[in-house]
């Protein structure tokens, strides 16, 4: 039996106002270390980059035990994250 996948997807927050370049910067950092987890947990299998017009900043697909735990993972994001479950994966 395999874990089950799950695609969270980081959307951009309109609410947000623009930030400055510092504010980008440890934005940026947080990001690569959060996805950095992932990889060294050994839960990350794909990432894929939005475009920047759209709502979609990015998605990564990740192994999570059940929905609560990607739901976990997504809370550590510092940007915010929608959880999709991957269907017809077993588990």
């Known amino acids: 039996m395999s874990t089950p996948r799950y695609l ?20 940026t950092g ?18 894929a980059v939005g475009e920047d017009s759209g709502p979609v900043r990015a998605c990564v697909l990740v192994t999570a035990t059940d929905l609560a735990a990607a739901r976990g993972l997504a809370a550590s994001c510092p940007a915010p994250v929608l959880v999709l479950p991957i269907l017809g994966e077993a588990g």
């Open 8 to 27: 969270l997807v980081l959307i951009r927050d309109d609410r947000t106002p623009t930030l400055s370049a510092a504010a980008l910067g440890t934005m």
């Open 30 to 47: 947080r990001l690569v270390a959060w996805v950095a987890a992932l990889r060294r947990w050994r839960l990350l299998h794909a990432v």
